[in-house]
C-alpha cells in the first residue's frame, strides 16, 4: 500500500525557509508527478506546486520565486522549500500524487495526511 | 485567473441524495475531479475525468460536468460522508481549486 507522509518543523519564524519532505513508501517516485498543496486554517485548498519524475517543475504563480521543489530519489522523498514566509504561510501542507497519463484532466489520486506549519516569531 | 465557486454549505438527511455543485466559466470544457477531506485524515479523491470513480470508492458517488456546471451527487447518503468536499479543475497551465463545501448529514 502506497503511502505518503509529510514531515518538517511545525513552527518556523517569520521571514525564515519553510522545508518540508514527503517520504514515499510501498512505491517509488517514477513516472508520476508530486504536488505540494496547502490549506490555511479556515480556508479552502491551495495549489502551491508539482514536480515530474524527471525533475521539470510548475510552480503556482502567486508564490512568484520563493518556492523550489526537488526530488531525491535514493530516499523515496519530496521536498518542499519556501522561503521568506509570513503568517500567511501558516496551512497545513500535503503532499499529493498524480498519474502519468494525465494532461488537461489533472487531478491527485493519493494524498498524505498533511503537517500544519505555523509561522510565528 | 479561472475561479470555480462551491456553496460553502449543504445538508442532507441520512439516505436521502445531496447535490454539490461546482460553478465556473465553461466548466463542461474542462474535467472536474472531486476531493473529501475529513480532519486528521488524508483527503480522498472520490470523482476524477467529470464521472469516473477510484477504485473503493462507493458507487452511492457520481458525477457530471456540463455547461458551466460540475457536480457531484452523493446517493443515499450516509453519516461518515459528512465532510468537506473540494472541486479541482486544470486550466491552462495550473491548478484550481473551488472554495469547498461542508456537507452535513442530520
Known amino acids: 500500500q502506497v503511502q505518503l507522509q509529510e514531515s518538517g518543523p511545525g513552527l518556523v519564524k517569520p521571514s525564515e525557509t519553510l522545508s518540508l519532505t514527503c517520504t514515499v513508501s510501498?512505491?517509488?517516485?517514477?513516472?508520476?508527478?508530486w504536488s505540494w498543496i496547502r490549506q490555511p486554517p479556515g480556508k479552502g485548498l491551495e495549489f502551491i506546486g508539482y514536480?515530474?519524475?524527471?525533475?521539470?517543475?510548475h510552480y503556482n504563480p502567486s508564490f512568484k520565486r520563493r518556492i523550489t521543489l526537488s526530488l531525491d530519489r535514493s530516499e523515496n522523498q519530496v521536498s518542499l522549500r519556501l522561503t521568506f514566509v509570513t503568517a500567511a504561510d501558516t496551512a497545513v501542507y500535503f503532499c499529493?500524487?498524480?498519474?502519468?497519463?494525465?494532461?488537461?484532466?489533472?487531478?491527485?489520486?493519493?494524498w498524505g495526511r498533511g503537517t500544519l506549519v505555523t509561522v510565528s516569531s | 485567473s479561472y475561479k470555480l465557486t462551491q456553496p460553502p454549505s449543504v445538508s442532507v438527511s441520512p439516505g436521502q441524495t445531496a447535490s454539490l455543485t461546482c460553478s465556473g466559466d465553461n466548466l463542461g470544457a474542462k474535467h472536474a475531479c472531486w476531493y473529501q477531506l475529513k480532519p486528521g485524515q488524508s483527503p480522498l479523491l472520490v470523482i476524477y475525468q467529470d464521472h469516473r470513480r477510484p477504485s473503493g470508492i462507493p458507487e452511492r458517488f457520481s458525477g457530471s460536468n456540463s455547461g458551466n456546471t460540475a457536480t457531484l451527487t452523493v446517493s443515499g447518503t450516509q453519516p461518515m460522508d459528512e465532510a468537506d468536499y473540494y472541486c479541482q479543475a486544470w486550466d491552462i497551465d495550473t491548478v484550481v481549486f473551488g472554495g469547498g463545501t461542508k456537507l452535513t448529514v442530520l
Open positions: 499529493a500524487r498524480t498519474p502519468p497519463s494525465v494532461t488537461t484532466d489533472w487531478y491527485f489520486d493519493l
Open positions: 510501498g512505491d517509488s517516485l517514477s513516472s508520476y508527478y
Open positions: 514536480i515530474s519524475y524527471t525533475e521539470s517543475t
